[in-house]
């Protein structure tokens, strides 16, 4: 698959049949994740592979894990935080995001489905899996082979802004948007 139709391919999964995924599989899915990169350099993840039943259940106290065998919490160490000097913006969430997004580009080039997830309690996961001060839960990524396939690779037309709403060419140019705070209450997941 070219790259543009595998992003094109790739989508959000919210409902996983009961079977594993493979262990080649799951290192190919860490090996993309492990070759991002970084501010610096600092690989600040630090990712929980969750697989026992058990520990399924422990996430689900966070958030829904919609029937998923294999769960990432994706962390982030913040002991190796980039900070920017000008306005102290750390750079740790963007190279987390871009962690998860490899693994999830690797995993449907794999035919295995993916949803990154922000909106669960960190709380829950600090204590349940005994995650230090310094160690910043990030993101879940839930991983799993999709009960009713993959969305159409044409969504996009309508799911996504025309560039001519987010690019400006040489100049800042304000577009029309409907500004309203997401949270895990009145997020619309589609
Ligand atoms: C940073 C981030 C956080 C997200 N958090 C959640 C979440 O908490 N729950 C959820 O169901 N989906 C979550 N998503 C998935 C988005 O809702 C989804 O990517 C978006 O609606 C576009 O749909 P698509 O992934 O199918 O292209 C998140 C995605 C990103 C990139």
């Known amino acids: 698959m070219e790259f543009l139709e595998l992003a094109k391919r790739r989508c959000s999964v919210r409902s996983f049949t009961s079977r594993h995924i493979e262990n080649d599989l799951l290192e190919y899915i860490l090996e993309a994740g492990r070759v991002a990169p970084s501010a610096c350099n600092k690989q600040p993840q630090r990712i929980i592979v969750v697989q026992q039943s058990e520990n399924i259940e ?7 894990t919609f029937g998923s065998q294999c769960i990432l919490i994706i962390c982030r160490d913040e002991r190796v935080a ?24 690797a995993a449907r080039e794999k035919g295995i489905g993916s949803v990154m997830v922000g909106l669960f309690d960190p709380r829950i996961l600090r204590i349940e899996f005994k995650i230090p001060d310094y160690i910043q839960p990030t993101a879940l990524l839930i991983l ?14 309508r799911e996504r802004k025309p560039i001519s709403k987010t690019v400006m060419m040489e100049e800042y140019i304000e577009v029309e948007e409907q ?12």
């Open 58 to 64: 422990k996430v689900k106290k966070a958030y829904n």
């Open 179 to 190: 500004t309203h705070t997401i949270t895990s209450e009145n997020e619309g997941f589609d």
């Open 144 to 157: 799993g082979y999709p009960k009713t396939g993959f969305s159409d690779f044409n969504r996009h037309d």
């Open 82 to 105: 980039l900070v920017r000097e000008f306005d102290g913006k750390c750079s740790g969430d963007l190279d987390i995001g871009i962690v998860a997004d490899h693994m999830m580009l």
